[in-house]
Nanobody
Framework: QLQLVESGGGLVQPGGSLRLSCAAS????????IGWFRQAPGKEREGVTC??????????VDSVKGRFTISRDNAKNTVLVYLQMNSLKPEDTGVYYC???????????????????WGKGTLVTVSS
């Protein structure tokens, strides 16, 4: 059974940093494009960033460019994808999900529609 599990969420003050991790079980993420999404309270889920499996190239939505970084480590068997979040703002608050699809390339941003597998999310709260 294919499963994705996010971790690393928590409470952080504005301007702070967090690193989220996405672990896979039941399959290896080496050949999957991986994206991070988030859902703020009372809002629809939105795409944040995505990383290709083929060449590691990345894309970001405008609201997080220069602050968030997605990376992947294909050498590891479990935890393979990370989201480093810096200069966090209150509007970054939400449940963050990782998602995967068995394809070399990410879907087109900013929505990244077409992901096949989803984790259950980890809560990030940015507040003073």
């Amino acid at each position: 059974q294919l499963q994705l599990v996010e971790s690393g969420g928590g409470l952080v003050q504005p301007g702070g940093s967090l690193r989220l991790s996405c672990a896979a079980s039941g399959f290896t993420l080496n050949y999957y494009a991986i994206g991070w999404f988030r859902q703020a309270p009372g809002k629809e889920r939105e795409g944040v960033t995505c990383i290709n499996s083929s060449d590691g190239s990345t894309s970001y939505v405008d609201s997080v460019k220069g602050r968030f970084t997605i990376s992947r480590d294909n050498a590891k068997n479990t935890v393979l994808v990370y989201l480093q979040m810096n200069s966090l703002k209150p509007e970054d608050t939400g449940v963050y999900y990782c998602a995967a699809r068995p394809h070399s390339y990410c879907p087109a941003g900013p929505h990244y529609y077409g992901m096949d597998y989803w984790g259950k999310g980890t809560l990030v709260t940015v507040s003073s």
